[in-house]
């Protein structure tokens, strides 16, 4: 499959980049490029080359599993964790 290998060009690109966090638009990616099957929605256990990996469900209209308020639940997670890594330290 090209994406498993994709994978390790991938990961070494994130460890270059050093973002603190990265997406997964579906489950397919990572799991091919992890070789898990049983990925769960969300924040993942494991870092993917040091990033916080996030799984969330892909927004498109042709994705019908998931109702708009669990994608816009989906993503507000990620949102507020982004958020609270940016936020301004407080002047108190």
Do not use: C
Not at 3 to 32: D, H, N, Q, V
Not at 55 to 70: E, H, I, K, Q
């Amino acid at each position: 499959m090209e994406i498993e290998t994709a994978a390790s060009a991938f990961e070494r690109k994130i460890k270059r980049y050093e973002p603190k966090y990265i997406a997964f638009l579906g489950k397919m990616a990572i799991s091919a490029m992890s070789g898990k099957r049983d990925i769960l929605w969300g924040l993942q256990p494991e870092a993917f080359g040091g990033a916080r990996t996030w799984v969330l469900p892909n927004p498109s209209g042709l994705n019908r599993a998931f109702s708009l308020d669990a994608l816009v639940n989906a993503y507000r997670e990620l949102a507020d964790a982004l958020a609270s890594t940016t936020a301004a330290p407080s002047t108190n």
